[in-house]
């Protein structure tokens, strides 16, 4: 079964950094989009970046010049660093790969665990 395992998340006073990791596991023929999605408790999940099998990133407006999404291919890996964090960056961090593998027949969504991030002091 394929599964992605995210870390790096934490407390961490405002105006600091953090860097997340995610990394996807099991029979992987390809992975094609990779991103970071966040939900704020009592908010619905939403877009954070995410990033093509090309390199192409897309941002959300809140964390664009704030945050950097990038992948390691030979370790089936997607990272962001985020960096200037306030405390509406709070949130459980989720990763979401589009993911080709021996367990399907097409390219299936497979979402991480979470993380949690909250900025405080």
């Known amino acids: 079964q394929v599964q992605l395992v995210e870390s790096g998340g934490g407390l961490v006073q405002p105006g600091g950094s953090l860097r997340l990791s995610c990394a996807a596991s099991?029979?992987?023929?390809?992975?094609?989009?990779m991103g970071w999605y966040r939900q704020a408790p009592g908010k619905q999940r939403v877009l954070v970046a995410a990033?093509?099998?090309?390199?192409?990133?897309t941002y959300a407006d809140s964390v664009k010049g704030r945050s950097t999404i990038s992948r390691d291919n030979a370790k089936n890996t997607v990272y962001l660093q985020m960096n200037s964090l306030k405390p509406e960056d709070t949130a459980v961090y989720y990763c979401k790969a589009q993911i080709d593998s021996d367990y399907a027949l097409v390219v299936d969504d497979y979402w991480g665990q979470g993380t949690q991030v909250t900025v405080s002091s």
């Open positions: 099991g029979s992987i023929r390809s992975i094609y989009i």
């Open positions: 990033i093509t099998s090309e390199n192409t990133t």
